[in-house]
């Protein structure tokens, strides 16, 4: 029962998760100028993320794939036989997929900076934000959202984007390799 | 020989003296105890409920004591300091909390294993002196981030595990096939085609063949291969009803041909496989059953002078069912 284990897909996955954080860590540093110990734990923090809920979508979608389409699945994870049919929906996937990991580490990040806030933090720059007039703090808001939010998408743009590019490089060797001396 | 015993049990006490009342020793006495009494009670009684609570006792001090035992030990690993004591209690809380339901769902506690791990390991970052409750420092909710993250990653693997077991229950025949070019599975048994169910479908069928045509004349022989087309189409019906209803059952078929001259013929078996297959458009299994006159010994009258007998060769080896696209693939 127990001879057939999924080991390629998780030394797959270790790889591919590695080499995302090591890459949007780079670019979280360079972009947002955090420090390198936050950076890295930003990047794995959101990475793990789209990776748990990509599972996620994967189990629940599971159930629901027509009978023929699970027989391409099954072939495509036990023999790696790619007809034309399955690979236009993969190409397909891989569009939805990688926005949809934009837009979830995105609030990943997000999410994240709030579960980190500090009270202490909280307090003392509320206790700034009282001292100072509501228009000054209008405005220096409104600067702040503008510098700050549209860098910060772009920054999660740019490590997404140039981490599914060495995902797609890896994948790409592996079919380059010869199959008899591959992983 | 009293004394002998006495002076060992003195030296085990000594040796395993719990240094405190409450301490971790205590604890897997304790569950040692719970055990020996539940044991005690199976032998001597029969109340089942006492004897299952008495050994839920000890499930539960085991793993509350192996948990406090392991509370402090750490492995390091790469720079990485591993603590295993978690992980350890959450196996032993899984295999206690799962065990009624472990036929009906078996990938429950392995699923589970990594949340409740997670879960156990996160408690003493809520807890301060005293013990009182408190909300984790900045640092120790990061690192709480990341642990939930990775073990319901650990757990989606477990999962996706037990999904391709099902497939395999549902699909057997994948089995007989090659996982080399897989991106995904690995198989540590070596593929035999004896997992193949082609193998049954093709025994069942040559017995049914026999059942037919053993013992016939050769008119009748050579009616039946005549019309082989359609006797076995009905022979796969009567194999597919006869073997286990499984999802795969629709990716076979039976097919046979008829080669030679009177009054030898083959039969050619073969069992098709559509189904995913490392080989583009699948494989098929065959056997092929040569027929044969023998003469009657002493015939009696009005039978014919001889009879047909049947003899079928081992199952051949999974043919590709496309040669083109097998041989330019170099397998």
């Not at chain 1, 979508?57 to 790619?82: H, Y």
């Not at chain 2, 059942?211 to 005549?226: I, M, N, P, Q, Y």
């Amino acid at each position: 029962m127990f001879s057939v284990l999924p080991l390629r897909a998780i030394a797959f996955q270790c790889l591919f998760l590695l080499l995302a954080i090591a890459i949007e860590a780079a670019v979280l540093h360079e972009g947002l100028k955090l420090p390198y110990r936050k950076s890295v734990e930003y990047a794995a923090s959101i990475n793990l993320l789209s990776t748990a809920i990509g599972w996620l979508i994967f189990f629940s979608i599971e159930p629901l794939v027509p009978t023929n389409l699970k027989f391409q699945l099954i072939n495509c994870i036990f023999f790696d036989q790619w007809s034309s049919g399955i690979a236009a929906w993969i190409i397909f996937a891989g569009f939805v997929t990688f926005f949809i990991s934009f837009l979830v580490k995105l609030s990943g990040l997000d999410l994240l900076k709030l579960l980190l806030q500090d009270k202490e933090e909280k307090r003392s720059e509320q206790e700034i934000q009282a001292d100072k007039s509501k228009r000054y703090q209008n405005t220096i808001r409104a600067r702040k959202n503008a510098r700050e939010g549209p860098s910060r998408a772009n920054a999660v743009l740019i490590a997404n984007a140039l981490s599914y590019t060495a995902i797609l490089l890896v994948l790409f060797i592996r079919i380059i390799v010869p199959a008899d001396i591959r992983l | 020989m009293l004394e002998a015993i006495k002076r060992f049990f003195e030296q085990f006490w000594t040796q395993f003296k719990p240094p405190r009342s409450f301490s971790w020793q205590t604890l897997i006495f304790l569950s040692l105890f719970s055990w020996g009494m539940s044991l005690l009670n199976s032998v001597l009684t029969d109340t089942e409920f006492v004897q299952d609570f008495l050994a839920t006792m000890g499930w539960f001090f085991l793993t509350l004591g192996v948990g406090w035992a392991l509370a402090d030990f750490k492995i390091e690993f790469l720079g990485l300091k591993i603590y295993p004591g978690p992980w350890i209690t959450g196996a032993l809380t899984c295999t206690f909390l799962f065990e009624g339901l472990r036929e009906e769902f078996p990938a429950l506690p392995f699923v589970s294993w990594p949340l409740i791990s997670a879960a156990i390991a996160a408690v003493p970052k809520f807890l301060k002196r005293g013990p009182e409750f408190k909300v984790p420092d900045a640092k120790g909710r990061q690192e709480l981030v990341i642990l939930f993250l990775v073990s319901i990653i650990l757990s989606c693997w477990f999962s996706f595990h037990f999904l391709l077991q099902d497939w395999l229950g549902d699909y057997p025949s994948i089995l007989a096939d090659r996982f080399d070019r897989s991106a995904f599975v690995i198989n540590t048994a070596s593929p035999r085609v004896s997992d193949s169910r082609g193998v049954l479908i093709l025994n069942l069928a040559e017995s049914i063949v026999i059942d037919e045509l053993e013992g016939r004349s050769l008119a009748e022989t050579e009616l039946w291969l005549f019309n082989v087309q359609s006797r076995v189409a009905d022979i796969e019906k009567q194999v597919l009803d006869r073997i286990s209803f499984l999802e795969e059952n629709v990716l076979w078929n039976l097919e046979g041909s008829v080669s030679g001259n009177a009054p030898r013929y083959t039969l050619n078996l073969q069992a098709i496989w559509q189904g995913p297959s490392s080989q583009t458009g699948g494989y098929f299994l065959q056997k092929p059953c040569s027929i044969t006159q023998q003469p009657v010994r002493n015939p009696p009258a009005a039978s014919p002078p001889t009879v047909s007998q049947i003899e079928c060769n081992p199952i051949s080896d999974l043919i590709p069912l496309n040669p083109i696209t097998a041989s330019s693939q170099g397998s």
